[in-house]
């Protein structure tokens, strides 16, 4: 079914995690068919285990849906769900910038939260009309009017067209339906004879299909057998699939101009795909390639190393497997002392590091061991080079290092004013730089709103959880990146018996060297079974002692009874404490299970 | 070192044994024999024992005969040096059933001039009364579970006898059989170290020539397990529990009763026999639900384990003599781990060319063994080595746990 363009609806749905997105998103397929009752799965969208388990999106989905508005007019849908998770916000643009609207889903008993209003400006920067769905006007608690107060004082959008709805019981599904029909734009230019210009918004590998291009035709049309063109890379292909997602696979004769779909083009390697590239026709190219997005920045770096050594190469192959679905996983092999041969890997953020961890030990069947997140510093040299330090254990001699410039955020928090209090002296403790302090909403639903500059060194470091438990998980939290700056940082030591343990380096501003040096010497005391020998624990910067802690030395371990019934049963606990020993680590005359590092590096979980 | 030459000295002083008895298969063998019941379970224990009424004992009797005629035959020409009965509660046995265990010895393999025949006994009285039944069956010693010498910690122990049924039990022990030991369980809760000087020093005044002395230690699957989890208990914490020990080495070395193994003290020569094969990783055959033996064919070493269940074992051993599973013969390093681990409980320690003999693979077994570390448990004072052979101080044994894996090589 061809449409024109005037009847095609790109839209993006948008909203703060946990704002109930997918699920709408799951109604508006089964109200336009593209799924029956019985095909419904709680979150179709969400493809992955992890997506499903933990209630979020991380790879933007798209759906073509057919709707008949109470016009007559039967209009295409191409819905795309966006990831809601500050962490993927690179994703959210990408999608966004093949769209010409977005549904804005703001929870009724929650209101405008701090990942609303970024993707919010996401949007209205990329020129969208906006519609709001109030949504969740199920629940007891719902309010739609402070929800809608909140979206013009909050975000200062005009909420009179917004949409209450439920996602859950379909209640106000049509309104919405006819609001993006009515209220959205069709894409705006568009030329079916002018030469194929298609924007790649994204690729992933499928194991049958090989490599999957997600793309948005601009001018021309994409039809099987056409050669190809990437103009990125040069790389031609001829495509031998062209379909929709409604969400199923449908095989299609062609794209069209305005219109959203899928292409495979016996693609093996990822790589060749570069998201944002424009696609052209091989024989006949646009003149100018679209202005594509900025590529992925990784923020937060950590080590994964596996806890059996025997499984590097199985990592190794895992990592290259996950980043066939997922471009923004950069990661190197390096090695440490403490800890054997792993790899370091530069993630989007947080939520993005803990979810390839979790597809590494799901999907692969790894047992990882993951150092303390850190974040690039760029540091300047006294004979002028500057050096970007991706790992704290390569910091130069401290002699030659003139300054060291570390990323910093500028953060948005919306709280509770009960909460306030607590965040403002967690944002203080973090080195936070307060912007800005105003409230936002009246009466009983007034919230503060936080704009503080932080180090990102700061935040990676279990910010995230820290805010959340201290406003019970009424906070919500996003930031951007602002810059680099430089500061007071030291690369703070620990050492076990004299010895450095590699794996433990950090870099830490000099005020919270002594708290951070502390606490972990702490743990990592409790964590050191304790040995026939005293265990010297220290932290330090440079050569200066700044915490020590002591590991007592065994004075009674042995077994009061052992006969000949005894034999066995002692052999296999001392077998145990043997193999116990390949993944021990000699410091000085003693050894130091890795996993006592392991628990030392998890320290964040607290 | 003067400290190398000591050990010369003590080496060939304190090795009691005049041949070692080793892997051979000429070797003198240990009989033991594992009667699983007892009439109430102590909340310690942890070993095979089950609580039972109208046990079959004529067909426990013809099933423990089976398997003494099932072990002879793979293992003939050897010569029985000591003989066991372990449990459980051994003494609940009848004198007959451990004399037809005892003839079924007798009638299939040598025995030993010196034979030692020990009988695990609780001091009850019913059980006193059948010491002179078990003398007649062949039992020439006694092992007398009396755990503590006052009721309220008997009480503790979930012990079913008194203080004095105790006492009763030695007495009647000195007079009956040629040698007896009892077991003491030491650094009970709230015990005091002056408490257990006193204890002691009454316990050397029954003694005979021998004393077996346990810390209380707190084992899974057992209720002390769980009362001592919830808190309702607790033992001595492990720098005092290291000062009862090192106490109790004292003391008892003053009474002429030294420890001649991490728990056991003995005078010179009255050390037991049948123990000592386990410690020097001699051959044992043992029968019985959930015994173990190491048996030597043809130069390879075997482990074997019945099956633990009573029922099972009782059914299958009465047929076919034995119920263990068909175990693979020990790897070389397996039986240098299992010699070196036994033999560093004596306080002789073990020789070695007794270790290269375990070992069985015809070179030096000090290859399994990391030199370096070996040299930092001497520096620390916990071991000594000389040209001979290796033995750990008291601090050193006291250690013996975590100083095991430390020295040895990866596999």
């Known amino acids: ?606 | 070192m003067p400290s190398e030459r000591r050990l010369c000295k003590k080496l060939s002083s304190t090795l009691t044994n005049p041949a070692p008895l080793g892997a051979s298969e000429k070797g003198q063998l240990g009989v033991y024999i594992h009667w699983p019941f007892c009439l109430s379970k102590c909340p310690y224990c942890d070993f095979n024992s089950h609580v039972r009424e109208g046990i079959d004992e004529a067909a426990w009797r013809a099933a423990y005969v089976r398997s003494v005629e099932h072990y002879a035959q793979r293992l003939p020409g050897r010569q029985v040096r000591s003989i066991f009965f372990g449990g459980g509660t051994p003494s609940l046995m009848s004198p007959e059933t451990a004399e037809a265990i005892i003839s079924e010895i007798q009638k299939n393999w040598q025995v030993s001039n010196d034979v030692e025949i020990t009988l695990e006994a609780n001091p009850t009285s019913v059980e006193i009364e059948k010491f002179r039944a078990f003398q007649m069956a062949g039992v020439n010693r006694v092992s007398i579970g009396v755990q503590a010498l006052n009721d309220t910690d008997l009480k503790f122990l979930g012990r079913e006898h008194s203080a004095k049924e105790a006492i009763q039990a030695i007495e009647t022990a000195r007079k009956v059989f040629d040698r007896y030991s009892f077991d003491l369980i030491y650094a009970r809760p709230e015990q005091s170290l002056s408490a257990w000087e006193d204890e002691l020093a009454r316990a050397q005044d029954l003694a005979d020539s021998h004393l077996s002395l346990y810390q209380l230690t707190i084992e899974r699957n057992t209720p002390f397990y769980m009362s001592h989890e919830q808190g309702l208990f607790s033992i001595p914490e492990e720098g005092l529990a290291a000062d009862f020990y090192t106490l109790t080495q004292e003391v008892m070395e003053g009474y002429g009763l030294p420890a001649y193994e991490v728990s056991n003290h003995a005078r010179a020569g009255e050390e037991s026999r049948h123990n000592m094969i386990y410690w020097t990783y001699g051959d044992y055959v043992g029968i019985g639900p959930g015994a173990h033996g190491r048996i030597t064919i043809d130069g390879r070493k075997y482990p074997t384990r019945e099956h633990q269940a009573p029922d099972i074992w009782l059914d299958r051993a009465g047929k076919d003599g034995t119920a263990a599973k068909a175990e693979a013969s020990l790897s070389h390093y397996d039986r240098f781990m299992e010699a070196l681990m036994m033999g560093l409980r004596l306080r002789a320690g073990v020789r070695w060319e007794d270790l290269d003999r375990a070992a069985g693979h015809g070179e030096s077994a000090q290859v399994f063994l990391d030199h370096a570390k070996l040299q930092t448990v001497q520096d620390q004072g916990w071991a000594l080595c000389d040209d001979d052979g290796i033995a750990l101080t008291q601090e050193g044994r006291l250690r013996l746990n975590a100083l095991l894996p430390y020295i040895l090589k990866e596999a």
Request: contains cysteine.
């Open chain 1, 1 to 606: 079914m061809s449409h024109t363009l005037e009847h095609i609806r790109n839209f993006a749905i948008i909203a703060h995690i946990d704002h109930g997105k997918s699920t709408l998103a799951d109604r508006l397929i089964q109200t336009c068919g593209g799924l029956e009752e019985r095909e419904m799965t709680e979150q179709v969208l969400d493809n992955t285990d992890i997506e499903r388990e933990r209630g979020i999106t991380i790879k933007a989905q798209t759906v073509r849906l057919e709707y008949t508005a109470k016009d007559g007019i039967t209009y295409q849908l191409n819905l795309m769900d966006t990831p809601g998770h500050v962490d993927f916000s690179y994703e959210v643009s990408r999608s966004l910038a093949s769209c010409e609207g977005s549904i804005l889903v703001v929870d009724a008993t929650q209101g405008v939260e701090a990942q609303t209003l970024a993707n919010v400006y996401m949007a209205i920067e990329n020129d969208h009309e906006i519609v709001p769905a109030i949504n969740k006007i199920d629940l007891p608690s719902a309010d739609v009017d402070f929800a809608k107060q909140q979206i013009e004082e909050v975000i200062g959008l005009d909420a009179s067209g917004a949409v209450p709805c439920s996602g859950k019981t379909g209640a106000g599904i049509h309104d919405l339906l006819e609001a993006i029909c009515t209220t959205l734009p069709p894409p705006k230019e568009g030329d079916r004879n002018a030469p194929t210009k298609a924007l790649l918004v994204d690729s992933w590998y499928d194991i049958y299909l090989g490599v999957v291009v997600l793309v948005r035709v601009v001018d021309g049309t994409l039809r099987k057998g056409q050669r190809i063109k990437f103009m990125s890379n040069g790389k031609m292909r001829e495509i031998d699939r062209v379909g929709m997602f409604t969400p199923k696979h449908v095989l299609l004769d062609e794209l069209g101009p305005g219109e959203m779909g899928f292409i495979t083009a016996s693609i093996k390697d990822i790589s060749e795909t570069n998201v944002g590239d424009t696609i052209t026709d091989e024989k006949r190219p646009c003149a100018e390639k679209l202005p594509g997005f900025k590529p992925s920045i990784p923020m937060v770096f950590c080590s994964f190393y596996p806890a059996d050594a025997g499984d590097f190469e199985k990592l190794r192959e895992s990592l290259g497997k996950v980043r066939l679905n997922d471009a923004s996983l950069h990661y190197e092999m390096e090695s440490s002392q403490a800890l054997g041969l792993g790899f370091r890997c530069g993630f989007l953020g947080l939520l993005h590091m803990e979810i390839i961890q979790e597809r590494l030990s799901r999907e692969f069947d790894l047992d990882l061991i993951p150092t303390a997140p850190s974040v690039v510093y760029k540091i300047n040299m006294t004979n002028g080079e500057q050096i970007e330090l991706y790992n704290p254990v390569d910091l130069p001699d401290v002699v030659k290092i003139k300054t060291i410039e570390e990323p910093w955020i500028r953060a948005t928090i919306l709280v509770p004013d009960e909460y306030l209090g607590g965040l403002l002296k967690l944002c203080q403790d973090r080195r936070g730089v307060q912007e800005q302090l105003t409230y936002v909403g009246s009466g009983s639903n007034a919230r503060a709103m936080l704009v503080y500059r932080l180090p990102l060194n700061e935040v990676v470091f279990d910010f995230y959880d820290r805010l959340k438990s201290l406003s019970k998980g009424y906070a919500s939290f996003d930031y951007e990146l602002d810059g680099y700056g430089e500061n007071d940082l030291v690369k703070l030591e620990i050492r076990v018996n004299e010895e450095p343990v590699d794996a433990l380096a950090m870099i830490v501003h000099r005020d919270s060297a002594e708290t951070r040096g502390r606490g972990m010497c702490e743990r990592l005391k409790d964590l050191i079974p304790r040995q026939m020998f005293k265990i010297a624990i220290q932290a330090a910067i440079g050569g200066k002692i700044i915490a020590r802690e002591n590991v007592s030395a065994l004075r009674k371990d042995v077994t009061a009874k052992c006969y000949g019934g005894d034999v066995s049963r002692k052999k296999k606990l001392l077998e145990k404490q043997k193999k116990g020993k390949a993944k021990m680590r000699q410091y000085g005359n003693v050894e130091i299970p890795q996993s006592a590092f392991i628990a030392a590096l998890k320290m964040g979980d607290e």
